[in-house]
Every structure is written in C-alpha cells, then in structure tokens.
C-alpha cells in the first residue's frame, strides 16, 4: 500500500450508474497519470446504483490497485459524493472531474504545471459547451451573472467541479462544516492563490445524464445564491417598501380624485389585481425566508454529511472522521 505522503494525485470521480463510462475513463486518463507522476490514485465515490457500476470498478482495482472505491449507505448526490471523496483523498494535489470524459483528461497536464508552479487552485474553464442547449447555457449564463453581483466571494464563469486543489485547500474545505456541497463556492471561500486553464467541454461519450440538465443547473445556481448571500432577503424587504410606497402614492391619487369630484377611472378589476399581486409578492418573500430557514434547520442538525458503506484501497489511518460501516482492504 503506498503511504500518504508519497500520493502526489488525487483524482476524485463522483459516480452514479456509470458501468460504461468507468471502463472509458480509465483508459484515458490512466497514460496520462502515468505520464505525470509515479505516484497517484483514482478516488470512484460512488453513490449505490442499480447497475453494475460497483462491480465495473472493483474489477478495474484488481487490475490497478491504484483504483478505490468508497461507497455510501444511501445516495447523498453527486456534491456531497465529491465532498466525500475529498476526505478520504490521500494526494498532495487533489483533481475533481466527471467521469463521462466531458471533462477531457488531456487538460490535467496544463493544471498540473500550474499546481507545481505554485498555485493553490487551477480550475478549468469552460471556453465552449457542445451538446448543451440553449437553455441551459442561458440559466448558466444568467446564473454566474447573478451570483457574482450578489454574492461574496465570487465564482469565475464557465468554472464547474472541474478543477485542481492543493492539499492545504482540500485541508481547509473538509474542516467547513456546511452541508449544502456546493464545491465551487467553498473553494471560493477557502481562498489561496487561483488560477484557470481553458478548455472545449466535448459531449458526453456514453449513457445519459443523471440529472435534469435544465432544472439541475438552475437548482444548483439557486443554491449557491441562497448559501452564499443574503441579498434575496434585502430584496424582499426592498420590494415590500416598494409596494407600500406605490399603495400610499395610490391612495394619495384616489383622495385627490374624491376631493376634485372627478370619476374614478378604475373598480373592481383593479383592487383584484391589486390583492393577487400583493398575495404573490407575500408569498414569494414568505418562500424566500423558508429556503433561509431550511438550510439553518439542516445545518443545526449537524448529522454526518455522509456514512460510508464499503471504502475499498484504504488505510484505516486515512479515516477523516466521517461515520462509516465497513472497510475493505
């Protein structure tokens, strides 16, 4: 087994039913490793699947011991797979990609020079996106503008969990103690030295994704809104002023008119549309303030962001403290 401190590369690969890409990956991305360093492993955190993904990969190990699986009790979602592989990596770098190749292995040369050279982060940078649609690349576009007005630190555009840390920087995320994973944000957070590379994103080579790419993106860009800002709430407040403002200025309006003796110009249409844009502006600010709430609720709880059920190619040393209920040499 090779020690800690001789890992120099970590590359972490959240799965869920992937058994065809896994054998895809490998086979890529393995001569690269290769050719970068002697000392490296490849981290599956994979989510339980009713495919053969499991097996695929503990077959790939007994080929390569080099390839680990770590395996939790119930899926926890590709962010906090990720977060979870982060805490088991044993590398001086760890690299964090898909493993349906739409993040091209041939990048990691370009991100490895650049960790050598002394950067802390190298994330890689999205120059274009075949196979997206033009939805999703507007709700992409549209979302880093938005979080990069309002929230603090910001999140380079194009940028997703593509990308490569230092070990101090993995130190400092798996002592963060949010439970939301939203990766890019954290290491936003966690700061040091950041740089990017650019690359063309390819389309996915096998199977289908796993997740809505309309409604996943716009979930995830919600949520680095709401856990790294505070602005949705000023809003809110900001819109209720508004309103109350335009209220008093109407009613200003409507006295005058009773005063003057003129015909009021509007009835019962208007105070309808009237209630039912106050009813939705209140319920909007109402559901804001819940999302707020929710994520205080989850985060006071304070449960294990994971338990593991199989880590496979581990120490026992490289226990990080996470609940577990097995492990496999």
């Given amino acids: 087994m090779i020690e800690r401190d001789t890992i120099e590369l970590s590359i972490v690969v959240p799965v869920f039913r992937e058994q065809d890409n896994v054998p895809l990956f ?11 360093t002697r000392s490296f492993e490849i981290i599956f955190a994979l989510d ?3 495919d053969q993904t499991e097996a695929v990969i503990l077959d790939a190990r007994k080929a390569d011991p080099r390839v680990k699986l770590l395996k939790f009790s119930r899926r926890v979602g590709q962010p906090m797979a990720t977060l979870g592989g982060l805490q088991y990596s044993q590398g001086n770098a760890v690299i964090v990609m898909d ?3 739409q993040d091209p ?3 990691l040369p370009d991100m490895v020079t650049r960790w050598r050279e002394g950067w802390d982060v190298v994330m890689a940078q999205r120059r274009s996106r075949d196979g997206d649609t033009l939805a999703k690349r507007l709700v992409n576009r549209v979302g ?3 979080i990069n007005r309002i929230a603090n630190p910001p999140i380079p555009q194009n940028t997703g969990d593509f990308r490569l840390m230092s070990r101090r920087v993995v130190n400092e995320l798996n002592r ?5 994973g939203f990766l890019r944000g954290l290491v936003a957070i966690v700061g040091f030295r950041q740089t990017t590379v650019q690359f063309d994103r390819p389309p996915r080579r096998a199977g289908q994704t796993n997740y809505n790419p309309f409604w996943g993106s716009l979930r995830i860009g919600f949520n680095g809104i709401i856990c790294f800002s505070s602005y949705l709430l000023t809003l809110s407040s900001q819109l209720g002023f508004l309103i109350a403002g335009f209220s008093f200025l109407l009613m200003a309006i409507y006295l005058f008119y009773k005063l003057m003796g003129w015909e009021i ?5 208007t105070v309808v549309i009237l209630i039912s844009f106050l009813g939705g502006v209140q319920l909007i600010s109402v559901g804001i303030l819940g999302e707020y709430i929710a994520r205080i609720y989850e985060e006071v709880k304070e449960r294990p962001r994971f338990i593991i059920d199989r880590a496979v190619g581990f120490e026992p040393a490289a226990n ?3 609940q577990r209920t097995g492990t496999d040499a």
Avoid: F
Wanted: glycine letters at 8%; one cysteine or more; proline letters at 17%.
């Fill in 26 to 36: 490998l086979s890529r991305v393995v001569p690269i490793l290769e050719g970068l």
């Fill in 48 to 50: 339980p699947s009713p």
């Fill in 99 to 101: 493993v349906d190749l």
């Fill in 105 to 107: 292995p041939e990048v």
């Fill in 144 to 146: 880093y503008a938005i």
């Fill in 176 to 180: 963060l103690k949010e439970c939301h």
């Fill in 265 to 269: 110009l509007w009835g019962n249409p």
């Fill in 320 to 322: 990080p403290g996470e």
